[in-house]
T-cell receptor, first 113, second 112 residues
Framework: GQQLNQSPQSMFIQEGEDVSMNCTSS?????WLWYKQDPGEGPVLLIA?????ELTSNGRLTAQFGITRKDSFLNISASIPSDVGIYFC?????????????FGTGTRLQVTL | DTAVSQTPKYLVTQMGNDKSIKCEQN?????MYWYKQDSKKFLKIMFS???????INETVPNRFSPKSPDKAHLNLHINSLELGDSAVYFC???????????FGPGTRLTVL
């Protein structure tokens, strides 16, 4: 089946640094999503992207839908301790109730003070 | 509070037992999902129901049987539990299969 690979797998950064992570697919997706999972909780949607080349921001987070439709990128500026968690990309093919989300392998972010 | 809730939060049981996990959402959504997250944090969909009708059924052993008594509830029954079933199971819901899926807090299942 489809697989989404995220890199890096994990990262340690200092508070205040900018963070970049990406997600690549072997297949084309029509929608790209970025979720964050805090320890002991379920994932929460951060950003949704609907068009190739689209760049969307949500506060300190910026995500891009790759031109090839096979990748997406997430940047976090000026990281803070509450940014700690696992970031998942997710791709979706056609719209509709029968269309499932395929999640990436996750990027674990840890912030040092 | 409006949310997706799951019970129990933790479930420890012996191999071979049968167990159920319950999920309820009060967000007014019509689509609900079960996901399995393994020890490497890989999140994979198992089932999806829309208006009580099964619409996504991934390659899951038939020991797993979902049931949706109404739009607000989706339960998961697992027969003859195996060691490999140990994982965190997440319930989620959305409106008409929308991209934003709201996840519950998860049920950590440990099979001994």
């Amino acid at each position: 089946g489809q697989q989404l690979n995220q890199s890096p797998q994990s990262m340690f950064i200092q508070e205040g640094e900018d963070v970049s992570m990406n997600c690549t697919s072997s297949s084309i997706f029509n929608t790209w999503l970025w979720y964050k999972q805090d320890p002991g909780e379920g994932p929460v949607l951060l950003i949704a992207l609907y068009k190739a080349g689209e760049l969307t921001s949500n506060g300190r987070l910026t995500a891009q839908f790759g031109i090839t439709r096979k990748d997406s990128f997430l940047n976090i500026s000026a990281s803070i301790p509450s940014d700690v968690g696992i970031y998942f990309c997710a791709g979706r093919g056609a719209a509709g109730t029968a269309s499932k989300l395929t999640f990436g392998t996750g990027t674990r972010l840890q912030v040092t003070l | 509070d409006t949310a997706v809730s799951q019970t129990p939060k933790y479930l420890v049981t012996q191999m071979g037992n049968d167990k159920s996990i319950k999920c309820e959402q009060n967000l007014g959504h019509d689509t609900m999902y079960w996901y399995k997250q393994d020890s490497k944090k890989f999140l994979k969909i198992m089932f999806s129901y829309n208006n009580k009708e099964l619409i996504i059924n991934e390659t899951v052993p038939n020991r797993f049987s979902p049931k949706s008594p109404d739009k607000a509830h989706l339960n998961l029954h697992i027969n003859s539990l195996e060691l490999g079933d140990s994982a965190v199971y997440f319930c989620a819901s959305s409106y008409q299969g929308a991209n934003e899926q709201f996840f519950g807090p998860g049920t950590r299942l440990t099979v001994l």
